[in-house]
């Protein structure tokens, strides 16, 4: 079964850094695009940023410029690096894998981040 486990959320103050990891078993992890979203009560989940199988990059407009996302294909981790994070920031950030063939979609249960001081 294929599992996602994130890691690396927390509490940081704004203008702060974090690195959120997401490790990916089960999975032929060089055949899937890989994503971070994120979900604020009361909204829907939303798309951060997702890094394709050959290392093309795609981020939300709220983000650009401040977060990095990153992936290595030999640990089937990816990584987001996220800069001068703001209160707005907040949410829980839920790490997905989709199948480049099937457009199958994997889930992590999701890592909290909170950006407050």
């Known amino acids: 079964q294929v599992q996602l486990v994130e890691s690396g959320g927390g509490l940081v103050q704004p203008g702060g850094s974090l690195r959120l990891s997401c490790a990916a078993s089960?999975?032929?992890?060089?055949?899937?695009?890989m994503g971070w979203h994120r979900r604020v009560p009361g909204k829907e989940r939303g798309l951060v940023a997702a890094?394709?199988?050959?290392?093309?990059?795609r981020y939300a407009d709220s983000v650009k410029g401040r977060f990095t996302i990153s992936r290595d294909n030999a640990k089937n981790m990816v990584y987001l690096q996220m800069n001068n994070l703001k209160p707005d920031d907040t949410a829980v950030y839920y790490c997905?894998?989709?199948?480049?063939?099937?457009?199958?979609?994997?889930w992590g249960p999701g890592t909290q981040v909170t950006v407050s001081s």
């Open positions: 890094i394709g199988s050959g290392g093309t990059t």
């Open positions: 089960n999975i032929i992890f060089n055949i899937n695009t």
């Open positions: 997905e894998a989709n199948h480049v063939l099937s457009s199958q979609s994997y």
